[in-house]
């Protein structure tokens, strides 16, 4: 890989700025590419953008940037898209420093911000080069997320279709899911969580076999059938559902034929039981039965400790003697069948009773 240092000024950079509001923002009199199909979206905040121009107006250093030469005479930013948005939009007066914008600063100051030097490495070679140079480069600012790192290796057409649905603030599927998904849209995280539910094997797998699709159309109608499912299924919303595995329920559980009104009513049962102590598992827990979900709440030290030394440190099923340590609290009624967790309801097994009992 060939890589080369130059030094470009500010006045160069914002040369032919612009953001069309789809993705594509350009510089350099058009020859930048400034967010790649693989890019994140800008994600500096206020304090971030305003360091950058504190720094250019200072004249200290900012951090080497990284141009990838396409060979057609254009470049695209494989490192410095944050810094480099931060100081054209700064140029454009789409935020101020200090109570000034760009164009209320004195004419020197305008000066010294256009003709402060970057250092920019130009960099030249296979896909597959700068792809690698890409993932192993000291990224500057926010780091990236393994989704955003995901999107370059399988940068192509289906992903930028994919970023329009799932990548946008307040986008698509924000609007659709926000409600029920944890993350961060513009930091590839509802993208990677809808991947995860569609794939049959691996996020990776998924995205290397439609890298090349023009359409990423059946992603985003998968995506709205999970939500449809969730929406039909479990009728209330409440704030314990976010975050839920939806699309892991939905490939087990989408195909059978469920009673929304009786899921609503043990919904609402459970929801107000002290003895569950993870709303968020109620939901997988009505489809699989399973009590994991729920982390009903456990024995304390004090009950255990009593109820040991009650049974004069002997497990009631197997009649051995085993040290505190080696035993585990049992609720005698089960918590399904109305048993508390209580001190009378509490028995001490040894591990081998308990996992024996808890299987049958």
Same mark, same amino acid.
């Given at each position: 890989?060939?890589?080369?240092?130059?030094?470009? =000024?500010?006045?160069?950079?914002?040369?032919?700025? /612009?953001?069309?509001?789809?993705?594509?923002?350009?510089?350099?009199?058009?020859?930048?590419?400034?967010?790649?199909?693989?890019?994140?979206?800008?994600?500096?905040?206020?304090?971030?953008?305003?360091?950058?121009?504190?720094?250019?107006? $200072? &004249?200290?250093?900012?951090?080497?940037?990284?141009?990838?030469?396409?060979?057609? &005479?254009?470049?695209?930013?494989?490192?410095?898209?944050?810094?480099?948005?931060?100081?054209?939009?700064? %140029?454009?007066?789409?935020?101020?420093? $200090?109570?000034?914008? %760009?164009?209320? $600063?004195?004419?020197?100051?305008?000066?010294?911000?256009?003709?402060?030097?970057?250092?920019?490495?130009?960099?030249?070679?296979?896909?597959?080069?700068?792809?690698?140079?890409?993932?192993?480069?000291?990224?500057?600012?926010?780091?990236?997320?393994?989704?955003?790192? !995901?999107?370059?290796?399988?940068?192509?057409?289906?992903?930028?279709?994919?970023?329009?649905?799932?990548?946008?603030?307040?986008?698509?599927?924000?609007?659709?899911?926000?409600?029920?998904? !944890?993350?961060? /849209?513009?930091?590839?995280?509802?993208?990677?969580?809808?991947?995860?539910?569609?794939?049959?094997?691996?996020?990776?797998?998924?995205?290397?076999?439609?890298?090349?699709?023009?359409? /990423?159309?059946?992603?985003?109608?998968?995506?709205?059938?999970? *939500?449809?499912?969730?929406?039909?299924? %479990?009728?209330?919303? !409440?704030?314990? *559902?976010? &975050?839920?595995?939806?699309?892991?329920?939905?490939?087990?559980? &989408?195909?059978?034929?469920?009673?929304?009104?009786?899921?609503?009513?043990? =919904?609402?049962?459970?929801?107000?039981?002290?003895?569950?102590?993870?709303?968020?598992?109620?939901?997988?827990?009505?489809?699989?039965?399973?009590?994991?979900?729920?982390?009903?709440?456990?024995?304390?030290?004090? *009950?255990?400790?009593?109820?040991?030394?009650?049974?004069?440190?002997?497990?009631?099923?197997?009649?051995?003697? %085993?040290?505190?340590?080696?035993?585990?609290?049992?609720?005698? =009624?089960?918590?399904?069948?109305?048993?508390?967790?209580?001190? +009378?309801?509490?028995?001490?097994?040894?591990?081998?009773? +308990?996992?024996?009992?808890?299987?049958?």
């Amino acid at each position: 890989m060939n890589i080369q240092l130059h030094e470009i =000024t500010v006045g160069e950079l914002v040369e032919g700025y /612009a953001d069309d509001g789809e993705g594509g923002v350009r510089g350099y009199g058009g020859r930048l590419d400034i967010r790649p199909p693989y890019q994140r979206e800008f994600v500096y905040g206020d304090r971030e953008r305003k360091a950058v121009i504190d720094t250019v107006m $200072q &004249g200290f250093p900012l951090n080497v940037m990284y141009w990838s030469a396409r060979g057609d &005479g254009s470049y695209e930013i494989i490192d410095g898209q944050q810094r480099t948005i931060s100081i054209a939009r700064y %140029f454009k007066s789409d935020f101020s420093v $200090q109570g000034l914008y %760009f164009h209320n $600063q004195p004419l020197d100051i305008q000066r010294r911000v256009l003709d402060y030097r970057l250092m920019v490495y130009f960099c030249s070679g296979t896909d597959s080069e700068k792809l690698a140079w890409y993932q192993t480069i000291n990224i500057a600012g926010v780091v990236l997320t393994e989704q955003e790192l !995901r999107n370059a290796v399988y940068s192509g057409p289906w992903v930028t279709d994919a970023k329009r649905y799932f990548s946008r603030r307040g986008g698509p599927a924000y609007q659709v899911g926000g409600d029920y998904l !944890r993350g961060n /849209a513009i930091r590839q995280e509802y993208l990677e969580t809808a991947i995860r539910w569609v794939s049959e094997s691996s996020i990776e797998d998924h995205m290397a076999l439609h890298q090349h699709d023009d359409s /990423a159309a059946p992603l985003w109608q998968y995506f709205n059938a999970v *939500m449809d499912w969730v929406q039909a299924t %479990f009728t209330v919303y !409440r704030k314990s *559902m976010k &975050g839920v595995d939806w699309g892991g329920l939905y490939k087990d559980h &989408g195909d059978k034929p469920l009673d929304p009104a009786a899921i609503e009513a043990e =919904t609402a049962r459970l929801v107000l039981d002290d003895h569950v102590t993870s709303h968020k598992g109620i939901y997988p827990y009505i489809l699989t039965r399973d009590e994991k979900h729920l982390n009903i709440r456990a024995f304390d030290a004090g *009950m255990k400790q009593r109820v040991y030394e009650a049974q004069k440190c002997i497990c009631p099923i197997c009649k051995e003697k %085993f040290e505190l340590s080696g035993m585990e609290a049992d609720h005698i =009624t089960p918590w399904s069948e109305g048993g508390k967790t209580e001190e +009378n309801n509490c028995q001490m097994l040894c591990r081998k009773c +308990n996992r024996e009992k808890s299987s049958n």
